[in-house]
């Protein structure tokens, strides 16, 4: 079965700094992998995703993230954040197969002034 | 506005009510989904619906029966509510092609007194 780690409930960042939020993903098969944002008492909002091809993904807000099969992770990443950037965010990931999407347990991204 | 949108936004109920949640989707997709989010803000799917036919039924309680009666509704009736009930719940929908990755409804609070 799928299962998604995010090993950081919470990354605590000043504002203006880089910010690498972690996601590891375990799967025997081919996936698709998301990284989704969810701002106070709202609903998610899809930041990114990798379906194939180049391992690099850019998404809104200036977030990228890097597919890496070998080490099975999807790293989130911001060169400076803002203090709107302040939320949860999900990695999620499904596999060619079904559209069962399975989340992480959430990193809470606190940006300071 | 094209959305996923849920009603109501917030629902307070006492313990062995019966309530519903509706959700409407205008994307043209064809398969929606009902996912839970507990208090320590973990996602889990409940049901998932393709073209009106239950696709995805997690190990949810019987009193817990999801309704389609198109493509573009899923609504949720939970029966003799419970404490632990209490939960965001959040519709969303996605094509049926995989990899698209899913449009979230901005969530109904479900509060059980």
């Known amino acids: 079965a799928q299962s998604v780690t995010q090993l950081d409930s919470q990354v605590p960042v000043f504002e203006e700094a880089p910010v690498e939020l972690r996601c590891n993903y375990s799967?025997?098969?081919?996936?698709?992998l998301f990284w989704y944002v969810q701002y106070p008492n709202q609903g998610l909002q899809l930041l990114l995703k990798?379906?194939?091809?180049?391992?690099l993904v850019k998404g809104i807000n200036g977030f990228e993230a890097e597919f890496n099969k070998s080490q099975t992770s999807f790293h989130l990443r911001k060169p400076s954040v803002h203090i709107s950037d302040t939320a949860e965010y999900f990695c999620?990931?499904?596999?060619?197969?079904?559209?069962?999407?399975?989340f992480g347990t959430g990193t809470r991204l606190q940006v300071f002034p | 506005d094209t959305a996923v949108s849920q009603t109501p936004k917030y629902l307070v109920t006492q313990m062995g009510n019966d309530k519903s949640i509706k959700c409407e989707q205008n994307?043209?997709?064809?398969?929606m989904y009902w996912y839970k989010q507990d208090s320590k803000k973990f996602l889990k799917i409940m049901f998932s619906?393709?073209?009106?036919?239950?696709?995805i039924n997690e190990t949810v309680p019987n009193r817990f029966s999801p309704k389609s009666p198109d493509k573009a509704h899923l609504n949720l009736h939970i029966n003799s509510l419970e404490l632990g009930d209490s939960a965001v719940y959040f519709c969303?929908?996605?094509?049926?092609?995989?990899?698209?990755?899913?449009?979230f409804g901005s969530g109904t609070r479900l509060t059980v007194v």
């Open positions: 969303a929908s996605s094509h049926s092609e995989t990899g698209y990755g899913y449009t």
């Open positions: 799967s025997s098969v081919s996936v698709y």
């Open positions: 990798y379906l194939s091809g180049s391992t």
């Open positions: 999620a990931v499904s596999d060619q197969n079904t559209d069962k999407l399975i």
């Open positions: 994307l043209g997709h064809d398969t």
């Open positions: 619906y393709n073209n009106k036919e239950l696709i």
